[in-house]
C-alpha cells in the first residue's frame, strides 16, 4: 500500500532545507536519515532524507542532492510517499496509521451519523479528524479520548462524544432579522 507521508512546503534557508507539512503519525521513523521517499510528481524522485529537524512547530529536511535553494524550490507541492504494509499496527493499541482511519463511519454516542472521515489533520497542537457530512459540509473533530472514546476498525466505525456545539459549528447560521 502507498501512502503520502508528507508534502514539501517552502524552501527554508539557502542550503537546500524544505519544510515539510507532515502527514504521518511517526515522522521519527519515516523521515529518519538515510529514508528514500517515492514522490508525485515521480520525475523529482525518488528523495533521500540527509537529515531533519523540527524547528517552529514545522519538519524541516534536508534531500540528498538538494545542496541550495533553487533546487529546494523545484521540490515544492511534492507529496511524499512510502510503501507500507496494510497489516502493520502501531505498536500502542491506541494509536492508528492515518490510512486505517480515513472511510471509517463517525457516529455520536446517542447513534446520530455524522460522516465520514475524509482526512486527518495533525496540527502542532492536536490531530482532528475531517469528516465529511452527508450534506458534503465539513466538521473538525478533536481527535482526544474525550470526545472520541471509541475507534472500531473492526466496525469501521469511530463513536464521538462532541461537547455542546462542536458538530454545529459547521452549520449555516440563519441570517438575523432586522428589527
Given at each position: 500500500?502507498?501512502?503520502?507521508?508528507?508534502?514539501i512546503?517552502?524552501?527554508?534557508?539557502?542550503?537546500?532545507?524544505?519544510?515539510?507539512?507532515v502527514?504521518?503519525?511517526?515522522?521519527?521513523?519515516r523521515?529518519a536519515?538515510?529514508?528514500?521517499?517515492?514522490?508525485?510528481?515521480p520525475?523529482r524522485g525518488?528523495?533521500?532524507?540527509a537529515?531533519g529537524?523540527a524547528?517552529?512547530?514545522?519538519?524541516?529536511?534536508?534531500?540528498?542532492?538538494?545542496?541550495d535553494?533553487?533546487?529546494?524550490?523545484g521540490?515544492?507541492?511534492?507529496?511524499?510517499?512510502?510503501?507500507?504494509d496494510?497489516?502493520e499496527v502501531?505498536?500502542?493499541?491506541?494509536?492508528?496509521f492515518?490510512?486505517?482511519?480515513?472511510?471509517l463511519?463517525?457516529?455520536?454516542v446517542d447513534?446520530?451519523e455524522?460522516?465520514t472521515?475524509?482526512?486527518?489533520?495533525?496540527?502542532?497542537?492536536?490531530?482532528?479528524f475531517?469528516?465529511t457530512?452527508?450534506?458534503?459540509?465539513?466538521v473538525?473533530?478533536?481527535?482526544?479520548?474525550?470526545?472520541?472514546?471509541?475507534v472500531d476498525?473492526?466496525?469501521?466505525?469511530?463513536?464521538?462524544?462532541?461537547?455542546?456545539?462542536?458538530?454545529?459549528?459547521?452549520?449555516?447560521r440563519?441570517?438575523?432579522a432586522?428589527?
Amino acid at each position: 500500500m502507498r501512502l503520502v507521508v508528507g508534502r514539501i512546503g517552502k524552501a527554508h534557508g539557502l542550503r537546500g532545507d524544505v519544510t515539510v507539512e507532515v502527514r504521518t503519525d511517526d515522522p521519527e521513523t519515516r523521515f529518519a536519515p538515510g529514508t528514500a521517499l517515492d514522490t508525485d510528481p515521480p520525475q523529482r524522485g525518488p528523495l533521500t532524507v540527509a537529515s531533519g529537524r523540527a524547528q517552529g512547530g514545522r519538519l524541516v529536511l534536508r534531500f540528498d542532492g538538494i545542496e541550495d535553494r533553487t533546487a529546494a524550490e523545484g521540490l515544492r507541492n511534492t507529496l511524499l510517499i512510502v510503501d507500507a504494509d496494510p497489516e502493520e499496527v502501531p505498536d500502542d493499541p491506541d494509536e492508528y496509521f492515518d490510512y486505517q482511519l480515513v472511510g471509517l463511519r463517525v457516529v455520536t454516542v446517542d447513534g446520530r451519523e455524522i460522516g465520514t472521515v475524509a482526512d486527518m489533520l495533525h496540527l502542532p497542537t492536536q490531530d482532528l479528524f475531517a469528516v465529511t457530512r452527508p450534506d458534503g459540509r465539513e466538521v473538525l473533530i478533536p481527535f482526544v479520548e474525550e470526545i472520541v472514546p471509541e475507534v472500531d476498525l473492526r466496525e469501521r466505525a469511530v463513536l464521538v462524544d462532541p461537547p455542546p456545539g462542536l458538530l454545529e459549528l459547521a452549520d449555516p447560521r440563519p441570517a438575523a432579522a432586522d428589527s
